[in-house]
């Protein structure tokens, strides 16, 4: 049996990836970081009770600014995979704690690989870097493939950067397995709702059922090439299963941009949105509302646009090629653009209409989003 250690599994991708290695038969163990409240949600259909006999997936207390506290439990589990996905990966928030964010992104990813190489397992341990497409930031060719050159836009983008050459150059100097995988934005019911299609589908949701009345956003004009999360984690482990370790660009080739996501997942609601005005003062609006479920007068403002979303230094259009993968790994995403919207609505619904519920019966609800 296989064993793989995964950072940041308590996040999307690690979640998803959990699962995707139990059943391949994999032994996981995932490094989740202390917390003063419960932050395994996205994993606790995984979880085992410690007194069972037979588990095959472990939780450690860990943290990627810690190195002694990586060495020792890369020692103990023996991984022949490290998926390095944790990581602070708020875009905008990575201009407020830019210091940090160097720390846990970039020199996370040197304690990873440096503590490989400590304990003599370059041979047998295989690294997957998080790589991103927000290496790219400033648009210097599209679409963007494995030689387009980087612009980092963020002090995320330029942690990550430092990332992805350190895997690189361990790579190169030590002839250690490790790899980057560029992957382009990847969503799903499961995504952070701090992040762009996530705070949409939800509040799409939340408006449709009368508990929300508008959604701010920021940069409406941004393009993303957005997959779905699931399709992504196959691709981190295909990477790692490849003859010789390179760094692959993942992502559908498609782009989109955020009006147009937003347009998408308020039609799951049966609303139409129609947008109006320019910039700071561009509102959508409910041209007509088809589904009888939920009733939004035409002419009702649900989105508005406020600058505290905006970034100091934006990326506007991500677009990737990903023929590489494509050619050498298989790549067929299963899921489109329109699947994607479907199953984050889906689900988000099935949420809130619990919020209308709970909200119904006078029990408090939690109502803080960003
Ligand atoms: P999430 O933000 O959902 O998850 C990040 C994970 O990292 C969480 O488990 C988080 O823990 C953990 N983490 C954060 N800081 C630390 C730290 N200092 N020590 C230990 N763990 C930490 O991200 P995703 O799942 O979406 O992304 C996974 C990786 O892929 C990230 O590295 C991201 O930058 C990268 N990436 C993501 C893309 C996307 O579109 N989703 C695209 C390209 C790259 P906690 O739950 O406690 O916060
Ligand atoms: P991104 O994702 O920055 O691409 O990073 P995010 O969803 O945060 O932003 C996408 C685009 O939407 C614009 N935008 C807003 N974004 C947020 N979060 N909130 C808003 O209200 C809003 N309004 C408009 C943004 O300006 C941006 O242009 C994600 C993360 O998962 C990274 O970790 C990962 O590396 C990249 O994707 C690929």
Same mark, same amino acid.
């Given at each position: 049996?296989?064993?793989?250690?995964?950072?940041?599994?308590?996040?999307?991708?690690?979640?998803?990836?959990?699962?995707? @290695?139990? =059943?391949?038969?994999?032994?996981?163990?995932?490094?989740?970081?202390?917390?003063?409240?419960?932050?395994?949600? &996205?994993?606790?259909?995984? #979880?085992?009770?410690?007194?069972?006999?037979?588990?095959?997936?472990?939780?450690?207390?860990?943290?990627?600014?810690?190195?002694?506290?990586?060495?020792?439990?890369?020692? %103990?589990?023996?991984?022949?995979?490290? #998926?390095?996905?944790?990581?602070?990966?708020?875009?905008?928030?990575?201009? %407020?704690?830019?210091?940090?964010?160097?720390?846990?992104?970039?020199?996370?990813?040197?304690?990873?690989?440096?503590?490989? &190489?400590?304990?003599?397992?370059?041979?047998?341990?295989?690294?997957?870097?998080?790589?991103?497409?927000?290496?790219?930031?400033?648009?210097?060719?599209?679409?963007?493939?494995?030689?387009?050159?980087?612009?980092?836009?963020?002090?995320?983008?330029?942690? !990550?950067?430092?990332?992805?050459?350190?895997?690189? =150059?361990?790579?190169?100097?030590?002839? /250690?397995?490790?790899?980057?995988?560029?992957?382009?934005?990847?969503?799903?019911?499961?995504?952070?709702?701090?992040?762009?299609?996530?705070?949409?589908?939800?509040?799409?949701?939340?408006?449709?059922?009368? @508990?929300?009345?508008?959604? #701010?956003?920021? =940069?409406?004009?941004?393009?993303?090439? *957005?997959?779905?999360? !699931?399709?992504?984690?196959?691709?981190? *482990? /295909?990477?790692?299963?490849?003859?010789?370790?390179?760094?692959?660009?993942?992502?559908?080739?498609?782009?989109?941009?955020?009006?147009?996501?937003?347009?998408?997942?308020?039609?799951?609601?049966?609303?139409?949105?129609?947008? !109006?005005?320019?910039?700071?003062?561009?509102?959508?609006?409910?041209?007509?509302?088809?589904?009888?479920?939920?009733?939004?007068?035409?002419?009702?403002?649900?989105?508005?646009?406020?600058?505290?979303?905006?970034?100091?230094?934006?990326?506007?259009?991500?677009?990737?090629?990903?023929?590489?993968?494509?050619?050498?790994?298989? *790549?067929?995403?299963?899921?489109?653009?329109?699947?994607?919207?479907?199953?984050? /609505?889906?689900?988000?619904?099935?949420?809130?209409?619990?919020?209308?519920?709970?909200?119904?019966? =006078?029990?408090?609800?939690?109502?803080?989003?960003?």
């Amino acid at each position: 049996m296989k064993v793989a250690l995964i950072t940041g599994v308590t996040g999307q991708d690690g979640a998803y990836l959990s699962e995707f @290695l139990l =059943n391949k038969g994999y032994i996981v163990h995932g490094l989740k970081r202390r917390s003063s409240q419960f932050n395994t949600d &996205r994993i606790d259909h995984l #979880y085992q009770d410690p007194h069972v006999e037979h588990r095959n997936f472990f939780l450690h207390y860990g943290d990627m600014t810690d190195s002694t506290n990586l060495i020792r439990l890369i020692q %103990e589990i023996q991984p022949d995979e490290i #998926y390095n996905l944790a990581a602070m990966s708020h875009v905008h928030v990575s201009f %407020e704690i830019p210091e940090y964010t160097g720390n846990a992104d970039g020199l996370g990813t040197l304690r990873i690989l440096d503590a490989v &190489r400590l304990l003599g397992l370059e041979k047998k341990t295989r690294i997957y870097q998080a790589s991103t497409s927000e290496l790219y930031g400033k648009v210097q060719e599209v679409p963007q493939t494995e030689t387009t050159p980087f612009y980092p836009r963020s002090p995320y983008a330029v942690a !990550k950067m430092y990332a992805y050459w350190i895997t690189v =150059n361990y790579r190169e100097a030590y002839g /250690m397995y490790a790899c980057n995988g560029i992957l382009f934005n990847h969503e799903s019911p499961i995504r952070g709702e701090t992040f762009v299609t996530r705070k949409i589908t939800r509040a799409a949701a939340r408006i449709a059922l009368g @508990l929300q009345d508008k959604l #701010y956003l920021g =940069n409406l004009d941004a393009q993303r090439d *957005w997959g779905h999360a !699931k399709d992504y984690v196959r691709m981190m *482990w /295909m990477i790692l299963q490849a003859e010789t370790p390179e760094d692959w660009v993942i992502a559908t080739g498609k782009t989109t941009a955020v009006r147009e996501f937003v347009k998408m997942a308020f039609a799951e609601v049966g609303i139409e949105l129609e947008f !109006k005005g320019s910039g700071v003062d561009e509102k959508g609006y409910v041209a007509k509302c088809n589904d009888s479920r939920f009733q939004i007068a035409e002419g009702t403002e649900v989105v508005a646009v406020d600058p505290k979303y905006f970034r100091p230094t934006e990326v506007d259009l991500l677009i990737g090629d990903a023929s590489k993968a494509k050619n050498k790994l298989g *790549w067929v995403p299963e899921y489109n653009l329109q699947d994607l919207v479907t199953d984050m /609505m889906q689900s988000d619904l099935k949420l809130m209409q619990k919020e209308m519920y709970l909200k119904q019966g =006078n029990f408090e609800t939690k109502n803080y989003f960003e």
